[in-house]
Nanobody
Framework: QGQLVESGGGLVQAGGSLRLSCAAS????????MGWFRQAPGKEREFVAR????????SYADSVKGRFTISADNAKKLVHLQMNHLKPEDTAVYFC???????????????WGQGTQVTVSA
């Protein structure tokens, strides 16, 4: 099975920005779409954004719409999540994942990265 490796997390003040990256290798080359999810302590994993590798469409959770931007580089098998105007409630572990369908549901994703911590201070 392929591997997904996230990077770019860290500590930032409210109103700041971070750019997460996800590098895909191996079998994940065959995936149709990629997604970003996040999980805060004591909460369920939630959908953030999704994008197909080679179709110019995107989808976002309402909570991040207008602040986050997902992009994909099919040639390099990289997916990025640009996060602007960050809020303390964005604090979570962020995961990238691969799916054979364009879905916002975690159960449709069969390959997950290890996650990267994003902490937004007030």
């Amino acid at each position: 099975q392929g591997q997904l490796v996230e990077s770019g997390g860290g500590l930032v003040q409210a109103g700041g920005s971070l750019r997460l990256s996800c590098a895909a290798s191996g079998r994940t080359f065959s995936s149709y779409a990629m997604g970003w999810f996040r999980q805060a302590p004591g909460k369920e994993r939630e959908f953030v954004a999704r994008i197909p590798w080679s179709v110019p469409i995107t989808s976002y959770a309402d909570s991040v719409k207008g602040r986050f931007t997902i992009s994909a580089d099919n040639a390099k098998k990289l997916v990025h999540l640009q996060m602007n105007h960050l809020k303390p409630e964005d604090t979570a572990v962020y995961f990238c994942a691969a799916s054979s369908v364009f879905s916002e549901y975690a159960q449709d994703y069969d390959n997950w990265g290890q996650g990267t911590q994003v902490t937004v201070s007030a």
